[in-house]
């Protein structure tokens, strides 16, 4: 198991813009997305939270994420872009495998398209809403790939909250009531 250490807020890694992978069928890219699942199983297992890494946050300036769902398949997404947004906003908790001892609310579009490459190079595109939550954790995950954290979206820092406070106060009333493993990161 690749089990590698995740950049920490405050580290100027997190900051910097990922480049483009121009073979995503090399075993290189392989390699990383196998990194990545390890290290997002890891800490799934050891917190109760994370469904998607990216690139970014183990210091690699590659545009790839990789997302695990409850009760899916793994994800890997190459070069991922975000192609069309709804105009709707949403306001959602969110937090991250990067600074998870911190939570905040944020706002998000509700509807995403997205477009992206598989392992084998393949173009395809989707369209993301409320089911699963998967349009903000995927504008979350991408968000990474330009150097973007949550925090930097936050919409009142009165928001901002330590884990224990969020799990404690927020936690029923917030779309994330049932499981720890459905909240970003």
């Known amino acids: 198991m690749a089990v590698k250490t995740i950049l920490q807020l405050g580290d100027p890694r ?23 699942a390890d290290t997002l199983a890891h800490w799934r297992a050891a917190t109760g ?20 769902l409850p009760a899916e398949k793994p994800w890997p997404l190459i070069n991922p872009k975000i192609v069309e947004r709804c105009d709707e906003k949403i ?5 991250c495998l990067s600074f998870l001892s911190i939570f905040m609310q944020v706002e998000r579009n509700r509807e995403i398209t997205v477009r992206y490459q598989d392992t084998k190079g393949e173009s395809h595109e989707f369209r993301a809403g409320d089911d699963r939550n998967l349009s903000e954790l995927l504008q979350h995950e991408v968000d990474h ?12 820092i009165k928001t901002l909250c330590t884990r224990e406070e969020f799990e404690r106060r927020y936690r029923e009333s917030s779309p994330y009531a049932g499981s720890p493993a459905t909240i970003n990161g």
Do not use: H
Not at 49 to 68: D, K, M, S, T, W
Not at 91 to 95: F, H, I, S
């Open 91 to 95: 306001v959602v908790w969110d937090a």
């Open 49 to 68: 939270y994370g469904r998607g890494i990216a690139a970014p946050q183990l210091g690699i300036r590659q545009r790839v994420i990789f997302l695990q």
């Open 14 to 36: 997190l900051r910097e813009v990922a480049l483009r992978v121009e073979d995503p069928s090399t075993p290189e890219i392989a390699a990383l997305i196998k990194d990545l």
């Open 145 to 156: 790939l330009d150097g973007i954290l949550a925090v930097d979206r936050i919409i009142d």
